[in-house]
């Protein structure tokens, strides 16, 4: 079973920064790809970043392109969504997912919230 806990969410002005993180409880995080969602009040859940087990492919929901940076540490059982130029419409709940077919975990989430 694997255990998903982020950490790093906060209230933060517009044009501002953070960074969040999502520490695994599991040896086999490698074997996983990892991936950042949120959902706002009202809306639907959604795909923020999404990276492979390797590090070697990454994608970016268009909203977020430029602005935010998934990262792994494969060492760390930890991966990071860093985040820039926040916007008002970036407020949102964050979730960390694992997943490796057919096995698919979620965190708790962590509350960002984007206003001046």
């Known amino acids: 079973q694997v255990q998903l806990v982020e950490s790093g969410g906060d209230l933060v002005q517009p044009g501002g920064s953070l960074r969040l993180s999502c520490a695994a409880s599991?040896?086999?995080?490698?074997?996983?790809?990892m991936s950042w969602y949120r959902q706002a009040p009202g809306k639907e859940r959604e795909l923020v970043a999404r990276i492979s087990s390797t590090g070697g492919w990454i994608n970016y929901a268009d909203s977020v392109k430029g602005r935010f940076t998934i990262s792994r540490d494969n060492a760390k059982n930890t991966v990071y969504l860093q985040m820039n130029s926040l916007k008002p419409e970036d407020t949102a709940v964050y979730y960390c997912n694992a997943r490796s077919s057919p096995y698919d975990y979620w965190g708790q989430g962590t509350q960002v919230t984007v206003s001046s």
């Open positions: 599991t040896f086999i995080f490698r074997s996983y790809a």
